[in-house]
């Protein structure tokens, strides 16, 4: 079973508000990701990051940043929520693929409601 | 530009029948082909994953078909129970450090009981 968090599970927030969603692995994984998904839909990578101090945007543009001060910790901030960010946001992290370890751990993920 | 096709969207299934979803992918530097299963309010989980070097692979009633030349990948899950009622997800990356997975769309597996 994957060792990987994510809190809040669900948050209801005010519009314009600031939020960080916290996400922390206890695999000793280096690379880390996050993903946007509205329920039963597509996948769409806003974030990743190959190790501590690495982070870079995915396909889908989005308005929240990401850091990676430590290896197992990878918060998600949005500065202003809107209702646009409504959705799910679901963290993940994999080892090296160089030693057969490609395997994405997803967490349980954060269901984000913007009012 | 998706770069993975994944097909039928949605798959309704008798208990006991044989459950078929279709990947076909266009970049040739794809070398790692996974398939994810989510269940509602669960995140993906890794079913089942394949390389190129082989055309199939069984883990239990779960099984990849992969043809290199046509780059298209497949899900079959024998014997479909209702248990297996969820979301998969087929996904594909090269064979790098640098690369994340590309997925597909999804298909929504409902088996009647």
């Known amino acids: 079973e994957a060792d990987i968090y994510q809190t809040p599970r669900y948050l209801v927030i005010g519009t314009g508000k600031k939020i960080t969603l916290e996400c922390s692995q206890t695999?000793?994984?280096?690379?880390m990701y996050w993903y946007q998904q509205d329920p039963g839909m597509e996948l769409h990578l806003i974030h990743y990051?190959?190790?501590?101090?690495?982070?870079e945007k995915g396909d889908l543009s989005s308005e929240s940043t990401v850091s990676r001060i430590r290896t197992e910790h990878f918060p998600l901030t949005l500065e202003s929520a809107r209702p646009s960010h409504t959705s799910q946001y679901l963290c993940a992290s994999s080892g090296d693929p160089g030693q057969g370890k490609e395997t994405q751990y997803f967490g349980p993920g954060t269901r984000l409601l913007v009012l | 530009q998706q770069q993975v096709k994944q097909s039928p969207q949605s798959l309704i299934v008798q208990k006991g029948g044989i459950s078929i979803i279709n990947c076909a992918y266009e970049n040739t530097a794809f070398d790692y082909f996974p398939w994810y299963q989510q269940f509602p309010g669960k995140g993906p989980a890794l079913l089942i994953a394949i390389r190129p070097d082989v055309s199939e692979k069984k883990e239990g009633r779960f099984t990849i078909s992969f043809n290199k030349s046509a780059k298209q990948f497949s899900l079959h899950i024998m014997d479909s129970q209702p248990g297996d009622s969820a979301t998969y997800f087929c996904?594909?990356?090269?064979?790098?450090?640098?690369?994340?997975?590309?997925f597909g769309k999804g298909t929504m597996l409902l088996v009647s009981p």
């Open positions: 695999m000793g994984h280096d690379k």
């Open positions: 996904a594909a990356s090269p064979n790098s450090g640098y690369s994340t997975l590309t």
């Open positions: 990051s190959y190790g501590v101090n690495s982070t």
